[in-house]
């Protein structure tokens, strides 16, 4: 094997400095990484191999055809949101025909992972829990097809068994996008109306909409790499809080780390995991979206990609997904199992709209502490300021919080809320 190929979507800094440390990996066996992606600008100190540019409306064929060009032996999806997983599971059945493998969980599995209603379906049949609901379909609302004149007061009584307040999302979507909160019946009937009227409380009617029940309780999710007969369950990662008003997914503090109740009710949803994969035949990496609740973890959704969170539990275990990933491509075994915490993993914003830390405040945060990646977030196209991953071992709290302190009193860096919830966090 001589070329991988690399399938990505969004901007490849955010899979910093772990897709660097696999790339380097293959060098050093002879192979050549290249990047096809449709997202952001990158240099050698991003991806240091062969790198090409697509545009965003690629589509399957156009990037499979691309990818043969250059002449890959083999290539890996690491895209993400989900309609771009789908993008990259159509090419893989692409590629695999043409004789160029590809890590990228089939494409039948695919379209029902991305799918939220086939998702709790499938989630329900395999004894995992999953917050009661609804799916509202475009087509009956808006009245193509078939006339269903008591489809919305079909939907009521739906509504009214579950209670208020109800959480709307589209059935395709991801990144906490689109999510609206039904607080009353007046709502959901705004929601039901036909036309522009039902946008000023949700999104508009023409979009298919998964309707639950609000759980409340510790976002968190975790990566499942690997294929049937051997996965490995990343550690979990904690996100912030789910309620009835939808979040920013970055807006909270995200962090892996000690949460020893948690870990051990986990660990039977863990092997669930594990079964509903092999089941689907995921082959590559799935990212697990719950709630942990009443000691419980209630499922939201499996998506059939990386995850966003995907850098913390590589930071916090050792492991790397993307060098994992690279080891499926070359037909090499994985590890499998759990993979053990090694220590804590931290991740935060620098600052909402921030035009980025200045490189001396960098170079001090690297000094006092130990510093994963320090980047830019850009989510379709809109800067978030820069985003930070921070790791320590336990037994280190109390000199991380003191570093970062001391740092704060200096430059104003990391920001007060953002330093409180660090120092609330590791003195717990």
Known sequence: MQKIAFLRSVRIQRADPYIQQAVRGLAADGIEAGLFHTSGTTGDEDFPGHRQRLDRGVTPRELADAVAAWGADAAVSISLPCENALRDAAAKALLDAAGIPTVMTPLAATMLLVDKWETKQLCKQAGLLVPDGFRVDSDLLAGRGLPVPGYRDAVRVQADRIGYPLMSKPVWDSTSMGIRTLRSPADLDAFLAPGPE????????????????????????????????????????????????????????????????????????????????????????????????????????????IGGATTLSCAASGTNTFTSLARMARGLPLIGGT???????IEFLAGEGREGLPPAVVTELRRRVRVVTAHELVIDGASHGDIVVITLAEGEEDRTVKALTELHEATGFPAADVLGKISSLLNR
Not at 250 to 262: I, K, T, V, Y
């Open 198 to 305: 039902s946008a000023s409380v949700s999104v508009p009617a023409v979009v298919s909409t998964v309707v639950e029940q609000v759980v409340e309780g510790d976002l968190c999710s975790v990566d499942i790499v690997g294929l049937p007969g051997s996965y490995q369950v990343l550690p979990l990662c904690w996100t912030g809080r789910a309620g009835a008003e939808p979040v920013f997914t970055f807006a909270d503090l995200r962090w892996c780390g000690p949460r020893p109740e948690a870990d051990a009710a986990f660990a039977e949803v863990a092997r669930t995991l594990v079964d509903f994969c092999a089941t689907m035949g995921v082959h590559g990496s799935v990212n697990v979206d719950m709630i942990y609740t009443g000691g419980r973890f209630v499922i939201l959704e499996i998506n059939p990609r």
């Open 339 to 345: 993979a053990q915490r090694t220590g804590w993993a």
